[in-house]
């Protein structure tokens, strides 16, 4: 029995020009647009590496607060 192909989800896109109707082996979409949605996807890549690293590590403890006398704030 042959497996059968079924349709996109909804979060699955186009590698090739971002539409959410279908998936890249079935894509029509013409090379000018193939080849800007590559540099969009690329250009947000490159954005997010940036940001990663601006983070660092960061290692939070209950230790490092525990003898740290705060007052807490009545919400009421």
Known sequence: MA????????????????????WAKTCTAPQNVANAYKTYREAREANYM????????????VE????????IGDFD
């Open 3 to 22: 497996p059968r192909s079924r349709e996109p989800d909804h979060n699955d896109v186009c590698f090739r020009c971002g539409s959410t109707e279908h």
């Open 50 to 61: 940036a940001q990663e690293d601006q983070d660092g590590d960061l290692d939070l403890r």
């Open 64 to 71: 490092d607060y525990k003898d740290q006398d705060q007052e």
